[in-house]
C-alpha cells in the first residue's frame, strides 16, 4: 500500500510561480524527477526508491514556461456555494444545510452564482417561493461569483496551508 506521502495533492506552479493546478504528490515526484519541475516546498514524508530518497514535494514549479487557458467562470455546485457562504445561513447566520435561490425559481429565477446562496433548513423553508421583500428579510451582502486563483484552481477543495502565501488565500478562507 502507498504511503500517504504519494496519494497527496501537490500544488504545480508555472515557471513564473503562478498556480496552475493541483496534481497528485506522485505525479509531483515524477516531475522533479524527469527534471521538469523543482520542488518549492516539501512535506516531512520521504519517498524511498533503490539509489534515491526524495522529500515528499508540496508546492513544485515548473522549469519550463507553460501557457494555459482558464476557464470564465467557476461551476456553480453546492458544495461550492457552502464554502463561498462559510458554512452559514446568509439570513439567520446558523449552521448552512440547503441552497436557497434569492429569487425562487417558480419566479424566474436563475441558478446562478448572483441568484443561490447557502441556507438553515428553517429559513428555507420560511422563505419558500416567496421574495424577500415579501418576508421583510434583507441580505448582508449580495451573492457573487467566485474569483481569484484559488477558486479556479481548486473550487471548494480544502486549502494546504502551506499553499496559502501561493495562491493568495488568507488563512480564514478554506477555499
Not at 14 to 20: H, R, S, V
Not at 65 to 89: E, H, I, M, N, W
Not at 122 to 145: I, Q, V
Amino acid at each position: 500500500m502507498p504511503s500517504s506521502g504519494t496519494t497527496a495533492a501537490t500544488l504545480l506552479l508555472n515557471a513564473t510561480y503562478e498556480p496552475l493546478c493541483v496534481v497528485s504528490s506522485r505525479r509531483a515526484i515524477v516531475l522533479v524527477l524527469a527534471e521538469k519541475a523543482e520542488p518549492v516546498d516539501t512535506a516531512a514524508e520521504i519517498v524511498h526508491a533503490e539509489r534515491l530518497s526524495l522529500a515528499v514535494p508540496v508546492v513544485v514549479r515548473l522549469t519550463r514556461y507553460v501557457r494555459v487557458p482558464y476557464p470564465a467562470q467557476v461551476p456553480l455546485s453546492r458544495r461550492a456555494v457552502f464554502t463561498r457562504d462559510g458554512q452559514t445561513c446568509v439570513y439567520c447566520g446558523g449552521s448552512a444545510t440547503s441552497i436557497d435561490h434569492v429569487v425562487p425559481r417558480s419566479r424566474g429565477g436563475t441558478h446562478t452564482w448572483d441568484n443561490v446562496v447557502a441556507a438553515c433548513r428553517r429559513c428555507n423553508h420560511t422563505k419558500a417561493d416567496r421574495s424577500l421583500a415579501e418576508l421583510g428579510w434583507k441580505l448582508p451582502n449580495p451573492p457573487r461569483t467566485p474569483s481569484g486563483a484559488a477558486w479556479r484552481l481548486l473550487g471548494a477543495r480544502t486549502v494546504d496551508p502551506r499553499w496559502r502565501e501561493w495562491l493568495g488565500v488568507p488563512e480564514s478562507v478554506s477555499a
